[in-house]
């Protein structure tokens, strides 16, 4: 299998705050990153993309017929949702940190939860497609494709690359080509 894993350009929101299934916007345009990437992708591969803007927006721009599948949606923080990190209740934050995998944030869903979205996902994929995706999808096919262990502390930057081959990661965190 070959994936092409991109994480979506920088959102428009301030430093510092807990988000993540919610609809953000972009703090740049798309097109910059699309043309930047465009290289580095196969031209005939599907493309799937989360239906969030910040991944829909440099989908549409990648690919004619992109095709968007709510299951690749970046997990649900729930009430935490566009709070400062800093005023989440300190004791929640150190249950999710004890047990990050299965911690529910308070109208959440868990990491545990992702990940079996995820893999459904993963589980209908052809043997070469391009994802344009967020950071916690990433991660974990990142896990799960390339067996990456420490994969809750792999860093994959906004508007970047990366291509996961034959089990293991080729290159990652590429822009242009």
Same mark, same amino acid.
């Given at each position: 299998?070959?994936?092409?894993?991109? *994480?979506? &350009?920088?959102? #428009?929101?301030? &430093?510092?705050?807990?988000?993540?299934?919610?609809?953000? @916007?972009? @703090?740049?345009?798309?097109?910059?990153?699309?043309?930047? !990437?465009?290289?580095?992708?196969? #031209?005939? @591969?599907? !493309?799937?993309?989360?239906?969030?803007?910040?991944?829909?927006?440099?989908?549409?721009?990648?690919?004619?017929? &992109?095709?968007?599948? %709510? +299951?690749?949606?970046?997990?649900?923080?729930?009430?935490?949702?566009?709070?400062?990190?800093?005023?989440?209740?300190?004791?929640?934050?150190?249950?999710?940190?004890?047990?990050?995998?299965?911690?529910?944030?308070?109208?959440?869903?868990?990491? %545990?939860?992702?990940?079996? +979205?995820?893999?459904?996902?993963?589980?209908?994929?052809?043997?070469?497609?391009?994802?344009?995706?967020?950071?916690?999808?990433?991660?974990?096919? #990142? #896990?799960?494709?390339?067996?990456?262990?420490?994969?809750?502390?792999?860093?994959?930057?906004?508007?970047?690359?990366?291509?996961?081959?034959?089990? *293991?990661?080729?290159? +990652?965190? *590429? *822009?242009?080509?």
């Amino acid at each position: 299998m070959r994936l092409y894993l991109i *994480r979506h &350009p920088q959102p #428009a929101v301030a &430093p510092g705050i807990c988000y993540g299934s919610t609809d953000l @916007a972009l @703090a740049g345009d798309p097109a910059l990153d699309a043309d930047a !990437l465009r290289g580095l992708l196969p #031209a005939d @591969a599907p !493309l799937y993309a989360s239906p969030l803007a910040r991944c829909r927006l440099l989908a549409e721009r990648l690919h004619a017929a &992109p095709i968007f599948d %709510a +299951r690749i949606r970046e997990i649900d923080f729930g009430d935490w949702e566009m709070q400062p990190w800093d005023a989440i209740d300190r004791a929640a934050i150190d249950a999710w940190a004890a047990d990050p995998f299965h911690f529910v944030p308070p109208g959440g869903e868990a990491v %545990a939860t992702l990940r079996a +979205r995820v893999l459904d996902f993963l589980a209908t994929l052809p043997d070469e497609a391009v994802l344009v995706a967020h950071a916690g999808v990433i991660k974990i096919c #990142a #896990a799960e494709l390339a067996g990456e262990r420490d994969w809750f502390g792999l860093r994959f930057d906004y508007g970047a690359a990366s291509l996961i081959e034959d089990g *293991r990661f080729a290159w +990652r965190n *590429r *822009r242009g080509g």
